[in-house]
């Protein structure tokens, strides 16, 4: 939990440094990028985070990586100097979203029991776009045991209209009664 907390406010910090210079999109894209590239190669990921690798060699490795981008590298930069690097995946997922909630985007992922067809999904997302006030952008997921339904979750909004989740909470209000 204080890792999250902490991965925000890294997040946070950086968002805040770049938005004044209008750089949030590209280091958006290329924090996202990067830790998607980490995530692919264990061997690239395995160098950032070994203590056999001083900071310098893994400072020259990012310079070399974002000749560029000397805002992010002086970031990163501070992350292997405190030994927060590992925190990179989270910072990455929580910068996406502080940029999204800026540029009035983001991220709905809606999860059927079947999958959507295009009509069903249209209107799904009109609605949403209308609730939630910004550009969605979708990720759609399959799971069979919601039985029916739509789950939908954005930001820290979970909208579950699942057959699964009407039965257990019929399950919870069958239980309440007391028989006489």
């Known amino acids: 939990m204080q890792d999250l907390l902490a991965a925000e406010r890294y997040a946070q910090a950086l968002f805040e440094l770049v938005k004044t210079s209008g750089e949030d999109v590209d280091v958006e894209a290329q924090l996202v990028s990067f830790s998607s590239a980490l995530q692919k ?4 990921e395995e160098f950032f985070v070994n203590p056999s690798y001083s900071a310098a060699q893994k400072r020259q490795m990012i310079e ?24 990179i995946h989270e910072i990455a997922g929580c910068f996406k979203k502080i940029a999204d909630r800026f540029q ?6 809606i999860c059927t029991a079947v999958p959507l067809s295009g009509a069903s999904e249209a209107a799904i997302l009109s609605k ?28 820290n909004k979970v909208l579950d209209g699942s057959v699964k989740n009407k039965i257990e909470n019929l399950k919870k209000e069958l239980t309440k009664i007391k028989v006489v």
């Open 41 to 44: 190669d264990a061997h690239l």
């Open 64 to 87: 070399k990586l974002y000749p560029k981008n000397q805002t992010l590298v002086r970031f990163f930069a501070v992350l292997l100097e405190r030994n927060r690097f590992i925190l």
């Open 104 to 109: 009035n985007e983001g991220t709905v992922e």
């Open 128 to 155: 949403i776009q209308k609730f939630a006030g910004f550009k969605v952008t979708v990720k759609k997921e399959v799971d069979p045991k919601l039985i029916g339904g739509v789950v939908v979750r954005f930001y």
